[in-house]
């Protein structure tokens, strides 16, 4: 089975501070992507990566900062953090060609 | 720009029956089409996909329905059960966009016993 592990179930920051989620896979997948989930607006894209050091932006990058440094994490990094960014976010793996991506179990980030 | 669409926030469904869950799309190119499944304070979790040259993919109580000249996708669910009541979201994917999935704004299915 696919393990997408999210390095924090629940966290609480403070505007202005540089945060950081982490987000590890055990299966050797090329593909990582960061989501955040709003209600009633789905699942948006910020960012996802298709290779060590490679990375893309998604639909709502603003704000928001990737690294991939190994092929089994992939950071997702809000700068300067503000209370628009209170959100869930989703981090999801796949390999290579149509796969589905599987998806870690969520950190539900509130900026105070 | 919303190129997949869930009109329907919500749909409640009497245990037993069927739950007909709807999607609509925009972008003709998308080569397959998903549906996840999402419990509160978990990730979304793989439910069935469909290829853009099929119409119809069964999987146990599970059928996907496309409708490609109506842009318009479904999920049955035969027969429903308490244990389905959860957000289901449809995703959309294109092969030459490095995997990425566009997803619908997710349906809360709630079945009652």
């Known amino acids: 089975d696919v393990k997408v592990t999210q390095s924090s179930r629940y966290l609480v920051k403070r505007t202005g501070e540089k945060v950081f989620l982490e987000c590890v896979q055990d299966m050797d997948h090329e593909n990582m992507f960061w989501y955040r989930q709003d209600p009633g607006l789905g699942l948006r894209l910020i960012y996802f990566?298709?290779?060590?050091?490679?990375?893309e932006k998604g639909d709502i990058p603003e704000g928001y900062s990737v690294s991939r440094e190994k092929k089994e994490r992939f950071s997702l990094i809000l700068e300067s953090a503000s209370t628009n960014q209170t959100s869930m976010y989703l981090c999801a793996s796949k390999p290579g060609g149509f796969q589905p991506q599987h998806f870690g179990d969520g950190t539900r980030l509130s900026i105070l | 720009d919303q190129q997949v669409k869930q009109n329907s926030p919500s749909l409640s469904v009497q245990e037993g029956r069927i739950s007909i869950l709807n999607c609509d799309y925009t972008?003709?190119?998308?080569?397959?089409f998903l549906w996840y499944k999402k419990y509160p304070a978990e990730g979304p979790t793989f439910l069935i996909s469909i290829s853009s040259i099929k119409d119809k993919n069964e999987d146990g109580r599970f059928t996907v329905f496309l409708n490609k000249s109506a842009k318009h996708l479904s999920l049955h669910i035969v027969p429903s059960q308490p244990g389905d009541s959860a957000v289901y979201f449809c995703a959309a994917f294109l092969d030459n966009q490095g995997g990425k999935l566009i997803f619908g704004q997710g349906t809360e299915l709630s079945v009652k016993p």
């Open positions: 990566s298709y290779d060590v050091k490679m990375k």
């Open positions: 972008n003709s190119m998308f080569d397959y």
